[in-house]
């Protein structure tokens, strides 16, 4: 057995397929209006119809939390040392079941680390990446806070513990503001499994460093950081964006960690233009 993912496609077409992979504690929902963004954009230039899919990670949406057998050699402290390299696996799976040698990767937070790791192992699956908000690094000392919020999840069979991403703080952008985020937000994590929530965070916490990663990218590549972020500001990620040959980076003001959801078309024309260089490319 492996690792099983819910692939969702936004649009058919030719050529690479770009690949959205999703962040934490939410689904591919997260992607919906950017994604028809960028399908409306590249109409809108003449770019021909490239496949747009939008799998659901593992443990979150319609995609079954995986086994402990799928899901690899477990820690006394509950993390999983192997899944993120088998959810990398079953990424590529997925794309190449379908026919294709490559994709263009994309990744939001918890989505990059899939990426990065997807960069890792399968480099020649790579035809384009893009990293949203996220890092290369471990978490080191501190992410024994993703340990307690999965032990939180099962302890109490629900989402509460995760649902505070749904609530803005003082320093959070205009949008994440709004009651339309905090509603959309909410009704997402809600409909999560726990059990999923709980896996994803033990699959996170035990993922290898991938810190020596970014010099080995030489693919076309975009960076795209919120200002408003947390954990991966411009003050993270144009480091992390010096560090790939040829990447472009992307700071998107007044913007916080859900890039995608918050300012969907200013990401859909970054992922466009990532588009157009990985075909030239070609």
């Keep these: 057995m492996a690792i099983e993912l819910a692939n969702h496609i936004y649009r058919d ?28 954009l590249s109409y809108l ?15 979150s949406g319609e995609s079954p ?22 959810l990398a696996d079953a990424y590529v799976d997925l794309v190449k079941s379908a026919g294709y040698d490559q994709a263009i990767w994309v990744g939001l937070s918890m989505g990059g680390y899939v990426a990065m790791d997807i960069q890792r192992r399968h480099p020649q699956t790579v035809a384009g990446l893009a990293l949203c908000d996220t890092m290369a690094a471990s978490d080191g000392t501190g992410g024994e806070g993703r340990l307690a919020m ?35 937000m909410t009704h997402w994590i809600e409909e999560q499994a726990p059990a999923g929530l ?27 950081s919120g200002e408003l972020d947390p954990t991966s500001n411009p003050s993270v990620m144009k480091p992390l964006a010096a560090r ?18 918050e300012h969907p078309e200013t990401v859909a024309r970054a992922l466009l233009s990532l588009v157009r260089r990985v075909q030239a490319a070609r």
């Design 65 to 86: 939390v995986p086994s402990a057998e799928d899901s690899g050699p477990q820690m006394a402290n509950g993390a999983y040392t192997e899944a993120l390299d088998r």
């Design 198 to 224: 709980a896996w994803r965070q033990r699959m996170t916490y035990g993922r290898p460093d991938m810190d020596a990663v970014p010099e080995t990218i030489s693919a076309p590549t975009v960076v795209i």
């Design 150 to 184: 999965a032990d939180a999840a099962e302890q109490t069979d629900s989402v509460e513990p995760v649902m505070h991403f749904a609530k803005p703080s003082e320093g959070d952008s205009t949008v994440k503001k709004t009651p339309e985020f905090i509603t959309t």
């Design 13 to 40: 077409g030719e050529g690479v397929p770009v690949v959205l992979m999703n962040a934490y504690p939410v689904d591919h929902r997260m992607w919906d209006v950017c994604a028809k963004a960028l399908a409306d």
């Design 244 to 261: 790939i040959a040829g990447a472009e980076f992307v700071d998107i003001p007044d913007c916080g960690h859900f890039s995608a959801v």
């Design 45 to 59: 230039n003449d770019v021909p119809p490239f496949p747009i899919w939008a799998p659901d990670m593992a443990g």
